[in-house]
C-alpha cells in the first residue's frame, strides 16, 4: 500500500509567497484599472548589468560549436567559477576558504532547502522567529519537527528564537542547546544586520556546544556598515562549526538566471563524519550542476567590469531602501532595517494584524508588501517592504502610504 | 547532539560516474601520450543546433533590458514551456496530459532523485537490476532500505527485477507486490525497448495493486520502432498510477543546459492525498525554477525549425549506435540495445568482470565504456557503450576493439 510522506501534511496549506500571489491576482481581476505596485516578493527589476550579457552571449556561442561545446558540468561546479568566488569573496576578506571548498549550485534557496538532508531526523533545530519559511517548511518535510501547534502558531518541537522590536531584532543564544542553527544576515525578513562580535559569540557558542550553524548570506552585498561581516568565516573558528550559503540573486539579480553556492569546511565533521563529504554525495547523486552558461555569467560577477556594474546596481536599490526607511520614519512609522540589506521591518498602524495591513494597502494604496506573520508568530504585527522595485515605482508607492 | 543522516554510510563509496572519472584521470596522468575516447558516460558531444542558439541570444537579450527581464519563475514553469510540451509530447501522441501536469524542473536526475520524497518511508521499492544509480542512492539516502548486502551486492528491502540476457533485458512482474515501481525505457543501461503492450500490462498490475510507477521517459526519442510507446500515457489506465519524467538532455543536447519536466495526473491519489500537490508543494518550496532563459531554450526545441534539426540530430547519434552494435556483433560480440536507444549492452568476453573488461578497454584500445555490474548486480559481464561520441571517434574506438 502506497503511503504519502506524511510530515507534508502538517504544513499549512501553501506556501507564503503563493498565496500573496493568488490575493494580487484575485485583486487585479477585479480591479483592471487599477495599477498595483509590488514591494513584496523579494525579486528584483533591473535587468543583468552589460559584463554579464556579454559572458553569457559568449557562453551560448560557445555551446554552438562542438571544439567548446559543454555537456555535464563537474559536481562540485567549474573551477573557473569557484576559483573567482574562493579569491573574490573569502580570500580577499581574510576567510580561509578554499576553491574544493564550494559546492555550485542552482541558488540559495534549492540549497537552504536541501541542506537538512545530510543530517539526521533526530536533530533540534533553531531557527529565529521571523523566519525565511524554507528553513522551517523544510525540516518539517524531514519529519525533524512536531505537529503545528494553532495556538503558538508554529511546530513543536523546534527552537524558535524571538527577533523583536525589544531586542533589535537581533536573536539571543537559545538557552536549550539546539543541534542546527540557521542564522541568515543581514536578515530576510527583518533587514537586521549583526555585528562581527556579535556573531563571534554564536561561533562560540556552536563551537562550545557542538551546534553546526547554518549561515544564509544571501544578502551581504547590501552592508555598508565596516563591522557588519559579510561571511561567517570572518569569525575565528567558524571553520569548524559553519556551512555558508550564499546566492547572486540579489547581488547581481540572478533571480530568474538560478546560481547560488554552498560552503562546508573540511574540518567540518560531526557524528565521526565530514560534512563535506557527505553533502558532495548529496550533490553527486541528486542535482547535475548549474547550466555551463550560467557558470560563466557567475563568473563575470566578479570581473572588474562586472564588480563596478554591479557595485552601481546594488546601489540603485539601496537609494531605494533609503528611500522607504526615511519617508515611512518621517510619516510616523516604526521602522527598521534598510540600512546593510534591501528590506524595511514596519511596524503596523494601529495594532491591525500583518494581514489586515497587507489587505489595506493593496486595497487602499494598490501596493504590495509581504505580512510579517507569513515568517512566523512573531512577525505578526509586522510588514516587509522590500527594496528591489524601480526607483519610480518605489516613489510613487511610498507616496501612496504617506497620503493614507 | 549533532547527528549526520546515517543512512548515507550506507552507499557505496563514490557515485558510479565519479568512480570512472578518477580512473580514466589517473590513466591519462600517467599516459599522457594516449588519446582515451570516451564512450562511457552518457555525456552529449553535438553542439546545441541554431534554433536553439538562437532563442538562447533572444532571451539573453531580454535579461538585458528592464521592459523584458525576468526575475522569479513561476512555481510550475513558464506556461509557454508547459503548453509546447503538452502539445507536442503529449496531446499530438493521443495522451490527455494537461498543461497543468506539467513541472518543469533543472533535469531528470534531480526529478528522479527527488521524486521519492513526497513518498513514506516505509513504501517498497522495486527497480530492475541493472538499473541508473540514482533511482536507488536516493531510496537509501531517504531509509526507504535496508543495509547493503555484500552477499548479494544489494540493498536489504528492494525487490529488484533482474534484467537479462534470458528474458530479452526486460523484467518481469514481480511475484511480491511493490508500492513503488521505478522503470526506464528505452533502458539505461541495456538499450532494451518495451513494447505499447507490454508497458500496458505494467499499467494493469499497477492500477490492481496500488501501485505507482515512477516512469523514466528520457530516451524516448531515440525510438524508431512503432510499436513503442514515447510515453506511459499512450497505455490505457495510466493516469491513475503513473508518474513520468522527461529530459532535454538526449533529445536536445541539454546535458550542460540542464532542462526536464516531471508530469503528474490530477487522478492519481494515494493515501487519500493528490501526488500532483504533494510534489507543486515541494517544488513550490525546495526549488526555484529553471532559468528563464534555459526555458526559453526549450521552447525552441518544439518550433519547426528545432524539431527538424533535432532530428537530424538524434539520427547522427543513432548511426553511431548502429554502427556500433553492427560492428561489434560482426566481430562475434553478444550486442543489444542501439535500436531504440543510444545504449549498448556488450556482454563482455571469456567471462571477463565488467571491472575486468573496463581496465583492459582503456589499456588496450584507450577506450572508455561503463561496466555493467556498476547498475547492478545483474550488470557483471557487461558493459554499457554510448552512441553519443562523435562518428569519427566512434569508428576509430570500434576499430580499436575489434583489433584486440
Not at 555585528?195 to 556546544?209: G, I, P, S
Amino acid at each position: 500500500m502506497v503511503t504519502v510522506n506524511h510530515n507534508y501534511l502538517r504544513l499549512p496549506g501553501s506556501y507564503l509567497f503563493s498565496t500573496i500571489g493568488k490575493k494580487v491576482r484575485a485583486y487585479k481581476e477585479l480591479n483592471p484599472d487599477k495599477e498595483v505596485i509590488s514591494l513584496g516578493i523579494g525579486d528584483v527589476t533591473q535587468p543583468l548589468v552589460p559584463a554579464i550579457i556579454e559572458a553569457l552571449h559568449n557562453a551560448v556561442e560557445e555551446m554552438a560549436h562542438a571544439e567548446t561545446f559543454h555537456g555535464y558540468a563537474p559536481d562540485l561546479g567549474y573551477e573557473f567559477l569557484r576559483n573567482a568566488i574562493a579569491k573574490n569573496d573569502y580570500q580577499d576578506r581574510g576567510c580561509d576558504i578554499k576553491a574544493d571548498e564550494i559546492f555550485v549550485s542552482d541558488g540559495a534557496k534549492s540549497d537552504s532547502g536541501n541542506i537538512q538532508e545530510i543530517f539526521g531526523t533526530d536533530n533540534k533545530v533553531a531557527v529565529c522567529d521571523p523566519v525565511y519559511p524554507v528553513y522551517v517548511d523544510t525540516n518539517v518535510m524531514a519529519g525533524r519537527t512536531g505537529e503545528y501547534n494553532t495556538a503558538r502558531e508554529n511546530f513543536d518541537g523546534v527552537i524558535y528564537m524571538p527577533c523583536s522590536k525589544e531586542n533589535g531584532f537581533l536573536p539571543e543564544l537559545p538557552k536549550e542547546v539546539p543541534d542546527l542553527i540557521y542564522l541568515c544576515f543581514p536578515n530576510n525578513p527583518t533587514g537586521s544586520a549583526i555585528t562581527r562580535d556579535e556573531l563571534q559569540k554564536w561561533v562560540d557558542y556552536a563551537n562550545k556546544n557542538g551546534c553546526v550553524i547554518i549561515y544564509d548570506a544571501a544578502y551581504e552585498a547590501y552592508i555598508s556598515q565596516d563591522n557588519v561581516p559579510h561571511s561567517i568565516y570572518e569569525c575565528e573558528g567558524a571553520r569548524t562549526c559553519a556551512i555558508e550559503l550564499r546566492s547572486f540573486s540579489k547581488n547581481a539579480g540572478f533571480t530568474g538566471v538560478r546560481l547560488g553556492f554552498t560552503v562546508i569546511p573540511d574540518e567540518l565533521v560531526r557524528d565521526g563524519v565530514s560534512l563535506h563529504s557527505l553533502w558532495a554525495r548529496r550533490h553527486g547523486t541528486k542535482f547535475n550542476g548549474a547550466p555551463y552558461i550560467v557558470q560563466k555569467a557567475g563568473e563575470a560577477v566578479y570581473s572588474e567590469a562586472g564588480k563596478a556594474q554591479l557595485k552601481e546596481q546594488v546601489g540603485y536599490y539601496m537609494r531605494n531602501a533609503k528611500l522607504i526607511h526615511d519617508e515611512l520614519e518621517k510619516a510616523g512609522f516604526s521602522v527598521s532595517g534598510g540600512v546593510n540589506a534591501p528590506y524595511i521591518w514596519l511596524e503596523t498602524p494601529d495594532k491591525m494584524t500583518s494581514w489586515q495591513f497587507f489587505d489595506y494597502l493593496l486595497k487602499e494604496a494598490n501596493v504590495v508588501g509581504t505580512p510579517g506573520s507569513g515568517f512566523g508568530a512573531h512577525g505578526e504585527g509586522f510588514f516587509r517592504l522590500t527594496a528591489f522595485g524601480t526607483y519610480e515605482n518605489t516613489r510613487k508607492a511610498i507616496d501612496r502610504i504617506k497620503s493614507l
